[in-house]
């Protein structure tokens, strides 16, 4: 069965998620994020690049898995908007990395189910 164009276009936004977390290390200053932070969200990266080559391939089971870990990324992005003294670029990106987190979520969740209403009309 072939895939709907929306959850394809999803898995490409968290693909981009995850080569950014991916190279978090190389772009942190050390302090906004931590290093610490910045070196957990290049594993992260890297197993969401992992799961999303597998559900590009139809493996449904990677879908939960790589859902959470993208979750857990955008989320490690929240205290962003509450730590004092972080710059406004970064917390621009911070917003950015939430909201298309949430879009690219969303794609691959409801993209199928939208799929399906459509063929059975």
Do not use: C, N, Q, Y
């Not at 290093?35 to 449904?60: H, P």
């Not at 939960?64 to 621009?92: H, K, N, Q």
């Amino acid at each position: 069965m072939s895939r709907p164009v929306s959850f394809k276009a999803g898995l490409i936004i968290l693909a981009v998620l995850s080569v950014l977390d991916l190279l978090l290390p190389l772009l942190s200053d050390g302090e906004h994020p931590p290093i610490a932070v910045a070196l957990a969200a290049s594993v992260v990266g890297l197993i969401s690049l992992v799961l999303i080559v597998s559900a590009w391939r139809g493996a449904t089971r990677a879908m939960p898995v790589l859902i959470v870990l993208r979750m857990l990324s955008a989320l490690s992005a929240v205290p962003a908007f509450m730590a004092p003294d972080v710059p406004a670029p970064t917390v621009g990106t911070a917003a950015l990395v939430v909201a298309l987190t949430l879009v690219g979520v969303a794609l691959v969740v409801i993209g199928p189910r939208l799929s399906s209403v459509t063929d059975a009309r």
